[in-house]
């Protein structure tokens, strides 16, 4: 543990106890100043208390022994991990101290949730996608999404060439609290299911495509620009951020 | 009324009465199909059933007589208007067949709504901005948000260069239920609000600013790239959109 | 007449009276030499000949008086014109010495046809739009196809946030010999009409939106990487571009 | 088959036998619902039907597998099949089942067309390119029309670095119903072609090229801007997409 | 004259007296060291002994003030002046001041030549543009060559939509030393005339254009990827530029 | 004042007389906490303390009203007023109620200075620029150093096409602390001045020049490219930043 | 030999033959027309007739087949070659059927000149780079101005960053008659060279360097802005196109 | 040594013994004219007596002889050497040569420090990142501006995701007289700090992130257009250029 923060720490608690000050006060600073240094990282322990959710690790631009280490150090303090953009190689070291570890091969993330996990999932998120090819950033919104203990309803590759495939799920679309829809090329899906739906969609488009697609920039464009309000947008090839998006969403519903 | 429109209404309606198809059946059927055409435009009179508001206008490339024609249209179907991007003669005209009309100088904004719309507002939303020169949008976000029936709290110049300026409002960003956070320049307030709050933060980037700000396309990039997650976007200084999609997120919160 | 070709052409009428040369060979060796110099400007007669249609005046970089002169000159060898982009000022003048000349205001196109023109004209054309914003646009490809004898079918203001408004006209887009689709903002119009019509479509790009819009390259970006086969573009608010294409299709279609 | 389109189709077939809608009644009401849905994608088998060719699938972003499975798919309800940008490996896996498939090594594409394919090809159809390298997206454009039942005139490195080269081919131009340019680095080929023939023609701007060529950017707004009239454009790189606009054009000069 | 300077040149001219230093020498020295402060501006005296053409004044970011003391104090020293991108308000007060002072409306050119200017005219250069659009940064072109001494030869309006009328000047085209090609929208006239010269071709993209014509950018690229080789090119609407290098390249030809 | 604040301030009051805080640290506390409320903005007072200099007053997007009203908060509380971007109008109202205010046209900054701020100002800061037009952006630079207590050395118009105007001021630059060096068009003077001083040097592009200049971009590129290192760079036109940062370090001398 | 053409050379033998057509006439008339088709190339054999430079064969994005097979068939009418971006294993490849072939490892540059090639070489071109990691393509302008008959002036390693490297050259400059400066980075080599010379300089941007350097965009704006008259400027990176311009500018100087 | 400046070195030494040149004049002048030819390179050794850091090297578009050679030849002359974005293999080969050459694995710098370099090291300089990817920049800033003989405080992963990791480390942050701020993704970092902060903040963007991060662009911009004064930019990944201006910065405060 940081040095600093352990003495602040050692301080908040005589204060508890000598000066009388509330378990929720104590619980506010302490959440307010808690990190662990790691050397090349400081990891943020108190992002779960504070957001309901421990930090994500990017797994794209660290080397395999930073995110072993950082993924250790989450998991001191939680029972729930997700790295995503992570290679098959990274997971297996994982697995060795952490049996309980999934990878998806499509979307590349490795994650752990508790036990009970599934006991409680709840409906209402809509994660659809417009090509074959858009399947792994839909699939890592799903895990995020799943993660948030949520059950997902996937609908994929139903893009806008074939607007009877769309059509046909025009129930599942009406019935949902909150739609991610991910897609390439000209990103024309999240407008248009925007336009038939009731509820907010959060688009996300993705790097698939090629010559003016401009790796995703086209989709992103589009999305934007749609005339059909209701839709907001994350960063190309994001499904991490829509998927946690819609939880936040969803989970008001309860509230 | 459209004619082909018109006589599958005349269908349903024989339908309706002959063959006993239900109330429930008949205005699906309506709502599906209705709009008005009035040469120029096609109303989207059925805009209000399908997704809780009216067919929004957007002023800016339309000329007077198309907009004030197209807000007539409107009118004859629904107690509720909202014109974005207009301008104050504009207005003027159209308030002398609807006298309760308003206009908002700073956001350009002509509105209605019914009279009674104030006795039921729901409180949630909270719309902030990074600077004074911001507040146009911001504006145009609040009447949004709050046509569809909410209360918004307006915390006004709080940006990143007076970071106690934000903090100060902690208590207003943790207690709120879905925030909008415009900015232009370099539009990192989004970010840092999302990284402080627990639900979900709606990025309006603006055309603020000068050089290498681009008209908003380097805050747009800043708040697709946050490294905080609970963050979605929007186009540049789209407010309606940003409002739109809040009043979508606030109104789950009662289902 | 420019010197050079005249003697050119001397010496073919020349040849044509003492060696024998057809009628056909001497009309198409004429074809390839003719332009008419009169300063700051070559007009390229011939190009009627050769194209089917006299060479069009692209009003908005040219002075009044450079405009006025080339359509002069143009309506020396032609019973048609066609200046696009031009204002009503040079209209007025050019009326004077012209009096059967039109003006369409929406368009800023000055066209004159032959007196017999609506005699003859096809089928087979339909032109759609997205929004009323984007209406000069597709009148300047409904004048340029009609100068190209075709009587045009026109579907306005039938954008993707109200998908129903486009379905409505099924009937027509199946009949179609060939589409143009007019959109700015998003630009998914031209998209979803292709993948639901059997002919060619030709997406016409508007400078109309704001922000990421980026006034119109949105809108192409999206035609161009649209997942449905059968659509090819022009420049943005290239309204004469895709009428003229239109016109070349259309015109197959008797062959 | 999916689940709730076989209810629909029970239900049709019911009323095709009990309540007398007519036989092409049924068969458009089919062609409106019908794909089939293989997990991860959903395959329009109506497309055929819709469109007058079945879907075509791009390989460049799908894996092996996926890309096998969807062509198994299209090939039970079809006898012909394209695949774009697919390596050889996939090719040789797909003909221990397919036999008759062919692949074209140049542009990278998997094909199947019925055995008496060839019996009834039609002319009209001239498809150039600018230089030896644009060769691989020219036989894309080639296969894509070739199997819409045209037989291509094809005349390849004929850039305008020598004129000469392209004016001897100025007799199949003229004579041409429709023309594909196929050109990278400045992309001028078009145009100058455009401005010789009488024809629509179809511009494929190709990512070859270097520096501010920007992967065909640069080939691309050169055409977009060509000042003669008659020319539309494609996705950079987009051979099957301008192959498939020439089918169609050349189909309704028989029509 | 500026103080610093002023004792330099004093310390150079008693060495010339005392220490014998040549006369060559000296004037070279001088050469080195030579401008004139006027507070807001260091007008460059020597630019005319260094390379032969005095400072050029580009008069559009300048007030009117600036730009005629600018003037002034470059007629000090020189018989020569070139203003471009000024305004007629500016010529006319500098014309009181110097009547034998000319103004080109077209380009925007203030010029000053020597009364002898004329006598000793060279040939060599050719100066041709595509549209009647282009002119204005054509005849800066022209005006910049002429005074360099050079006798233009000027071939306007010959853009690729008529390849008949540039091939009309072949001759032209081969007899020059150096073809100056001034082209907006695709640009594609300085690439075709080099193809068919054998002379060095400056290419000068201009601004003429409108959507994806991006303000030259197209037309840059387009010269910048052109396969044709002997082409190389100046900003956007640069037309001095390109003419001062004609003069420079004709220049050697007498050498 | 805000209330929150004030409660807070008490009570930090009531501490410092009760508990026996220092006056040190009730200083540090107020620091953090101050700002003023007044409706469209909040003032951000303890910025002076903080940074050594008030909140800095952008006018270029805000309405005359505006500006007027936070001018007048910040004089409130501080004896110095910089307004940036602000036309003359604007400096004439305030002048009324501040008769020592100044205002600067070519950089159009209204500023206030203390009394006695001449007598005590520091030397070491030299401010160049490449041309006459880029005078009002280093002016704007040289007023932002100036009131944090400097006297500047102002080198102007010496960009490199005439090298030898740069060479003459080697003195100068080799003597200062820190150099802005203002360039527009290619923007190439930071980088030469750079390489022959010893001290930082910050770049300011401005948005001077035409076509491929692309208001500034260009400039900024050739600045961030630069091979010469102890170069740094700002936002285009951005004067007052350089302007500040040099104050900055040249504070750091006399530490 | 193509056919067509084939027949047009018969015929015009026949006519210089018959008719009395002159030698001069008839070799005219050929160079108009001769190009050699081998299937995937059309080798325009003539241009070495019309441009007195054979087709230069751009390596990078062909095959080693075809890249061979075009090489081949140039030799069989001229006694140069020039082949750009090839890969040594071509060169190999080749060598065994042209012995005298020659291979530049850094440029990768293919070469062949005639056997007296060097006896005849002209002085008058220096080419200078900015940094050794420009070299590459500073050597391929030194191998396509050599080609063109000329003994070239190497200047490498003298960017801006040490100024007195490049002034040490000030001679070399002086008596230059044209000058390639090749430079990535910040590209300000060219403009500061532009700047103390006489004749006609050459930019060639460089791929070279990293971030907001864009591969060689930075330093083409760079040049393309330059404030110094005298500056033309090729593609990125293509030293070929330099060479070959600077090859027909100091060609200029003997006629 | 290369021959003219062999023999102007020569001379001047003549004239130290002979006319009585002082030995400051000799140096200077020597300090101007002094670089060593090594072929491919110009070695600016005379840059260590100028700037006082010797020439650095930038590894990454060298071949491993052209930077084996250039060090050594950096080293004939200086006890300091840098290389950047070097590979282990190239350090391997020149450590057998320079035994007390260091390697820095994660930024990939080759270094060498005089044997007292760590004796008279200066506090100031705090050099932060927002993520553990920008570690291998920061690295090369902490290397370079050690090499300036400076001890640097390192905070790392402090991104403004988790803000309260940041105000950690306020009073680091106060005591400063020079920060660095390395920052990928959205690259608000920097911005945050300059606003807590009293000293020069340098910003240095990372190419860190996906999508929308273009390669560090979208840092950059964040970082040109931040609200808060006292912040300037270099390019990005440029860890060197940042850690060099600290070091002339924190140098200053010494005199």
Redesign the interface.
Known sequence: M?N??GKILDKLLDDFQDKGISRKELTKKIS????EDIG???V?H??KL????P??I?G???TKH?TIE?AKSILKYSNKLLIT?ADRDCYIDLKKDFPRLNYDDLSQCIYLVPEDHDNNLKDGIVIMC????D?PIAEEACISAYMMENNIKKI??????????LL?FKKEILEA??IIAVA?????LP??VS??S???V?GV?T????????????????????????????????G???G??AG???R??T?
């Open positions: 940081e600093e923060i307010e100043l808690y990190f090349f990282a400081k943020d108190h992002r504070r957001r309901g959710f930090e994500v990017f794209a631009n660290k930073q950082i953009k417009a090509g074959t090819s399947i994929f590759d139903v893009g806008v060439a074939g607007l009877h495939r046909n609290k909150v390439g090329m000209e990103g024309a407008g248009i336009s038939i009731t509820c907010p959060i488009p790097s698939i495509g090629y010559g003016t697609g401009f790796k995703g920039v086209s989709s992103l464009l589009t999305m934007l620009n749609s005339c059909s309000p209701g839709l907001s947008v994350v960063n190309i090839d994001n991490f951020g829509a946690y998006i936040l969403i969803n008001q519903s509230i």
